[in-house]
């Protein structure tokens, strides 16, 4: 009885421990995270590129995941910075001129938006998908950045 009266005064106190254990979900995200970093990506938080032209700074709070492949500087004139949004299944850029880039049909569905400027080229999302889309955003990213940088 003495035993069984320490082990539970043990697993009591070990008990709070278990909070700090990472979830399912966020060991997935690790995962998909480190697969992006070992293909070349880096992950930051960003805002979203229709939210942050806005001047409202309520709406300037939507920060989504941003994977993103660095690019080499150009030479001569800068990249001009360019972003779509993914809008039911469509492509629109912020400028409507603008053409939805190849790759946008090569990205998975939780993707919101695309974006290229001097130092980058990257998709925003909330890592709503799996390990499979991850691997489609590198493939594509790659691939995007083999097009601008020729």
Do not use: N
Not at 39 to 53: I, K, N, Q, S, W
């Amino acid at each position: 009885m003495k035993y069984l009266l320490i082990l539970f005064v043990v697993a009591l106190a070990l008990a709070p421990l278990t909070h700090f254990l990472p979830s399912k979900r966020q060991r997935q995200i690790a995962r998909m995270r480190e697969y992006a970093a070992v293909h070349g990506l880096f992950v930051e938080f960003r805002d979203l590129p229709a939210v942050a032209r806005s001047s409202a700074p309520a709406e300037r709070k939507q920060q989504v995941i941003y994977y993103g492949k660095r690019l080499p500087p150009s030479r001569g004139t800068p990249r001009e910075r360019r972003a779509w949004l993914a809008q039911d299944g469509e492509w629109q850029g912020l400028q409507r001129s603008w053409q939805a880039p190849a790759i946008s049909a090569a990205l998975p569905a939780a993707v919101l938006a695309a974006g290229v400027d001097e130092g980058s080229c990257g998709i925003y999302w909330r890592e709503d998908g799996s390990e499979a889309d991850v691997q489609q955003i590198v493939d594509a990213l790659m691939a995007w950045e083999q097009a601008l940088c020729g």
